[in-house]
């Protein structure tokens, strides 16, 4: 029997197509485009233009992250050292007028990166008596091709950090009341939040129905739903259970913790720290290192004409608060502004 050569699929389909009459083959709306496409290139298929991948993006960026040259924008430095040029020294508390029934029942910082205080921050530290809030700095720039500074307008913020150690310190005082006071444990509520976008407007500006953000007033909802701060009048208890004002507010991180000063004890003239036995397992210090929100691209500020200007900037909310609230753990009206903060901190950037 002789051998016969089987058909291809295609020679199958032609020769249906003479006997039945209908087209081998029906083009598809992406093949008749592709056919077209190569007609309008001269016949010639053209090349396809090459996107990285999204995995691949990350790593490059990754890689130039760690391996770009870094500059870096100190934050001010609120540490005990000599020299009022390089150490601030450290943050005392500040007790509250308006919270609870007595006087310091109820103590608070509030720590703002940026070179100055919103005007928001500013009015509560007038309306509350004290400096409550601190600027800490740490976006600031001078053009130029010093250390520190960058070349263009133009920057990549890889990473912005801050270190924070609150500290309880004893007190030598002959009155039983205080040092009583000063060596009950202290409980704390750290908040770290930023303003929403869809709810800043340009400083001074104040829609009524909305209002503006404002840690003085409105970074709570109370449980009737209406906003409080750090001075409203409340109770001691309350900033501890209230809720954070999302409507106003991002949280970027919260944290509760309890603390307890060393008793300072006077035998013969001489001074000894010890912890006092009824409280020896909470700790009378607390060191961290946080890390703070950076943007995904790169920032803009606004340099002109004028060489030598340290700007901020523009196009990114480089604007987080670091919120300490502290209560004494007896009946919550004891005084409770026996501790003080060390802080300081930076921020890495790359020249783009």
């Known amino acids: 029997m002789p051998f016969r050569k089987r058909k291809t699929p295609l020679q199958i389909a032609l020769s249906m197509s003479k006997r039945t009459g209908r087209p081998a083959y029906k083009p598809t709306r992406k093949s008749r485009a592709l056919t077209n496409a190569i007609l309008a290139t001269g016949g010639r298929r053209r090349k396809r233009k090459y996107k990285p991948s999204a995995s691949f993006s990350r790593q490059m960026t990754k890689y130039n992250n760690l391996n770009a040259e870094k500059k870096i924008i100190p934050m001010k430095n609120y540490l005990n050292g000599p020299g009022s040029d390089s150490y601030l020294q450290d943050l005392p508390a500040q007790g509250l007028t308006s919270d609870g029934l007595t006087n310091d029942a109820l103590s608070c910082l509030v ?10 921050n500013a009015e509560m530290n007038v309306d509350s008596g004290g400096t409550i809030a601190y600027a800490l700095g740490g976006y600031a720039l001078t053009q130029g091709t010093g250390a520190g500074q960058m070349l263009g307008k133009y920057c990549k913020l890889t990473s912005t950090y801050l270190n924070l150690n609150i500290t309880m310190d004893p007190t030598s005082t002959s009155v039983a009341t205080e040092a009583f006071d000063a060596q009950l444990p202290h409980q704390f509520r750290l908040i770290q939040v930023r303003a929403r976008r869809d709810k800043m407007v340009a400083q001074g500006v104040h829609v009524n129905d909305i209002g503006e953000p404002s840690i003085g007033y409105n970074l709570f909802l109370d449980e ?47 001074e000894a720290r010890v912890i006092a036995p009824n409280v020896a ?21 606004p340099f002109g004409t004028a060489i030598g200007t340290t700007l901020e900037p523009i196009d990114y909310n480089f604007i987080t608060h670091t919120i300490l609230i502290c209560k004494n753990t007896s009946s919550g009206e004891r005084a409770s502004n026996h501790w003080n903060v060390q802080v300081n901190g930076a921020t890495a950037f790359i020249d783009e």
């Open 281 to 301: 397992n909470h700790k009378s210090a607390r060191f961290k290192k946080y890390w703070l929100p950076k943007p995904r691209n790169k920032v803009r500020y």
């Open 224 to 270: 009737q739903g209406k906003p409080k701060g750090l001075i409203s009048d409340c109770a001691t208890q309350d900033q501890f259970t209230w809720f954070v004002n999302k409507q106003m507010w991002t949280v970027v991180r919260e944290e509760r913790f309890t603390l307890t000063a060393p008793q300072l004890i006077t035998s013969g003239g001489s």
């Open 111 to 120: 720590l703002q990166t940026g070179s100055e205080l919103t005007n928001m």
